[in-house]
Each structure stands twice: as structure tokens, then as C-alpha cells.
């Protein structure tokens, strides 16, 4: 297997939850020597110096200071957090002859998929101590749970369409009635200690795989967006030393809006780019005018059964390369200017682009770009790779296009621009 597809799947196979995926990233950059900064506390940045930090245990920043004089921002987006179940406070049930667990859905999901498969619980809990309180990752490593299905015999429609009730049909099941109170009992054991708090969301157990007859397909649970996340670390992390400063981005709750302290539409990376510039003495402003924002989050592939779901002439394909998104109504925001300048990058490359436009009847959704654009205003691309089972529980993308991502990362961060005033662009 190509060590750089190994790397990926081995990073979704430990990344269970928003907070697990956030720490693998934040024990990355400390391998790679990046420093680990506070919010709380004051920043001494010096040229030549790597530094991270993480808000909320689910999203990460990390950012490179140029030896020199800085001549811009080059800054990725993408997420962290993928549709799932969240785990209800007081979440053990009781009906009939069984246990459940109450959960209500996180984000968008395809909910038939979530069901008959074995399935566990990872996040944080809050622990009591003498001292207070101290957060730690828990992820229940074994077959826990399951959704199982109502049988055709009860009924009899199931295969003509169903409504679902997320108050009903997707609980859990845990164990028999004698069960009740046995699963806060795993948790603490696991925890080490009494839970005062816990944010835990259920997850496949099934690993990521590589299939097909010429093995060139990639499935995994949250490819949507961890295989962006983990795309853009490796192409900041390979990229050569520039005058730009390189800033990587990872948010949490973009399937739910964004709207979070550790989202995109938080104050986190124009607070982050306010205090590198106090650190270093710079004009913020003069350095957003030259900076370039690729918000990185996967789109939708031309689908083998159903082609006349997409626009015929915007279609990508798994292995095509990397997806540029357009909309016309802003909910990707690529333009013109952003389309030609990552071109040129990718061209540069050897790394090949295809384009994704929704059907014009057909509303598609929005991500990272244009919520971040709100903080911070630069010219900005949206993209991702083409794939298949968008916000099902276990995804699908071309192995050949998670190397193109990467790729493509790591030449965008190697580049500067030089944005004139009549808005031409330099690509060094």
C-alpha cells in the first residue's frame, strides 16, 4: 500500500470522534517540533518557529513564522467533525424487555446506514478530582451497540421509502432490561473516575479499507472530512519555507453550521492572526491583502447508478483529481480569480482539477469558505475530492485522489503570491 494512503487510513482507523481526530493532529505537529500555544497566556513568536494550538479539544491551528519579512497568509480550512449520533445526558432507557440508549442525531446523516452494524461510543468525559475537574479522551474500544433493523415481515413498505423517527428508530440497543446502569459503570471504569460531563457520539467499528478490482476505491467512516484534515497537515507539513506565513486550519461543527467557539464562524483564526501580527509587529491588514484561503472539504462524485443526479457537464469523477467547487449563490465560494490562481498551483504540480457545479434544481450545501469569510475577507477556493455516500456513515473515494489532495496541499502552501493593485497575481 502507498505509505501515503497507509498514513490516512491508519488516521481514521484512531480518529473516533471530533476529539480524538483534533488530539492525533495536535501529537503530529508535536512530532514535527511545533510548540504548543495557550489562548491564556502571551505569545513570544519568533522568526523561524513552529506553533499550534487547540480550542475546545476539537479544532486546531497551527502556523509556521518565515525567517524574514512576512508577505501574506496562506491558510487552509477543514473539519473535524463528522454526522453521527450524540449520546443524551441521563442516557440509559428501559422499553420492553431491553436497554437503550437515548441519542439524538449530529448533523446531516444517512440514517438507513447506521443500522445492523456493530457500533461504540468515543469522546471526552469531565472528570471529578480532588482538585476539580480534568478532561479526558474515552473511546470504548469493542463492539457495544447496535440499531436493529424492524424485520420486512413488520413491514412490509420498508423497501419503499420510510420515515424516520430519531425519538424511535434509532436507539441503540445496549443489552437486556437487567442491563440498565451497566454502561455509566463502563464509562467510569474506562474514565478512571466519577463523570460530571461527557460529550460522546456513537461511530462505526468497521475500518477503513481499500477495494475494488484494481483496489484504486477508499471507504472509511468521516472521509468527509477527516481525508481533507489529514491532507491538508501533510501538504502544510511537507511544504518548503516561504515569505508567506502557512496557517492550517481545523474546525469542529461545520455539519451542524459552524456557529461554536471551535467553529468556523468563531472568533478562532482571526484571533490567531490578530496575535501573530502583535507578536511580530505586523500590519495585519496589509497582509490580508495578500493572502489566499483554500477551504477544503470533499464534494459530490458523478454516482454510478443515479448519473442524471448531476450536472452532466460539472461532474467529477473518483481519481479525476481535485474538485473545485463553484455556486453561484455563494454557498461555495470559489470565483474566476481563486479557480485560476489554485489552477496555476495545480498545474505547476502535475496535479490534475476537475469541477463540481450542483444540477440547477438541485440545492447542495455550504461549508467552510464563505463562514470563514466572514472574519477573515481574502480570496478564497472551496474544494475536496470527489466522493461517493456523502454523510453516510462508511464513504467512498478514489485512492489516486487522496494522493492528488495531498499533493496539491503541500505545492499551495510552498507558493507565494504577489497581488497587484489592478488585482493581477504573481505565483512563486
Known amino acids: ?71 501574506g497568509f496562506m491558510l487552509s480550512a477543514s473539519h473535524s467533525d463528522r454526522p453521527t449520533f450524540k449520546v443524551k445526558e441521563n442516557a440509559e432507557t428501559v422499553t420492553a424487555a431491553y436497554s437503550k440508549l437515548l441519542v439524538e442525531r449530529y448533523g446531516g446523516m444517512i440514517i438507513s446506514t447506521w443500522l445492523d452494524r456493530p457500533l461504540s461510543v468515543a469522546g471526552r468525559v469531565v472528570v471529578q478530582t480532588e482538585e476539580g475537574v480534568q478532561i479526558k479522551l474515552l473511546d470504548i474500544d469493542r463492539d457495544l451497540l447496535m440499531i436493529p433493523s424492524v424485520a420486512i415481515h413488520m413491514n412490509r413498505t420498508a423497501n419503499d421509502g420510510y420515515k424516520w423517527n430519531p425519538a424511535v428508530d434509532t436507539l441503540p440497543l445496549l443489552g437486556s432490561k437487567d442491563a440498565k446502569g451497566k454502561f455509566s459503570a463502563l464509562l467510569e471504569e474506562a474514565a478512571g473516575g466519577k463523570i460530571l460531563g461527557h460529550d460522546l457520539y456513537l461511530y462505526i467499528r468497521q475500518k477503513a479499507s481499500i477495494w475494488g478490482v484494481e483496489e484504486d476505491y477508499i471507504s472509511s467512516a468521516a472521509l468527509d472530512d477527516l481525508e481533507c484534515a489529514w491532507a491538508c497537515t501533510q501538504g502544510f507539513l511537507k511544504a518548503p519555507a516561504t515569505s508567506a506565513i ?130 477573515v475577507s481574502v480570496p478564497t477556493i472551496d474544494i475536496g475530492v470527489a466522493q461517493l455516500a456523502m454523510h453516510s456513515c462508511y464513504e467512498t473515494g478514489a485512492v489516486a485522489d487522496a494522493i492528488h489532495l495531498e499533493n496539491a496541499l503541500a505545492a499551495f502552501y510552498g507558493s507565494t503570491l504577489e497581488v497587484g493593485a489592478d488585482g493581477s497575481c504573481a505565483i512563486l
Not at 478562532?268 to 490580508?288: A, G, H, M, N, T
Not at 450536472?311 to 474566476?336: E, H, M, S, W
Open 1 to 71: 500500500m502507498n505509505e501515503q494512503i497507509k498514513n490516512l487510513c491508519e488516521f481514521l482507523d484512531k480518529s473516533h470522534s471530533s476529539y480524538h481526530a483534533a488530539a492525533n493532529l495536535a501529537q503530529v505537529m508535536e512530532d514535527a517540533g511545533y510548540v504548543r500555544l495557550s489562548e491564556k497566556e502571551s505569545w513570544d513568536l519568533l522568526p523561524g518557529g513552529k506553533y499550534y494550538l487547540v480550542r475546545g479539544g476539537t479544532a486546531l491551528i497551527a502556523f509556521r513564522i518565515p525567517e524574514g519579512e512576512p508577505t
Open 246 to 375: 502557512p496557517v492550517l486550519c481545523v474546525f469542529d461543527n461545520e455539519e451542524v453550521g459552524s456557529s461554536s467557539a471551535a467553529g468556523a464562524a468563531g472568533d478562532l483564526l482571526e484571533s490567531v492572526l490578530v496575535r501573530i501580527c502583535e507578536s511580530r509587529e505586523l500590519d495585519i491588514f496589509r497582509l490580508l491583502a495578500n493572502s489566499f484561503m483554500v477551504s477544503a472539504d470533499n464534494g459530490h462524485a458523478l454516482h454510478p447508478n443515479h448519473p442524471e443526479l448531476a450536472d452532466a457537464a460539472n461532474a467529477p469523477l473518483p481519481g479525476g483529481g481535485v474538485v473545485i467547487k463553484f455556486n453561484a449563490a455563494q454557498r461555495y465560494c470559489t470565483d474566476g480569480f481563486s479557480a485560476a490562481v489554485f489552477r496555476r498551483i495545480c498545474g505547476k504540480a502535475e496535479v490534475p482539477t476537475q469541477t463540481y457545479c450542483n444540477r440547477a434544481d438541485i440545492a447542495g450545501g455550504s461549508t467552510l469558505g464563505n463562514i470563514s469569510l466572514h472574519h
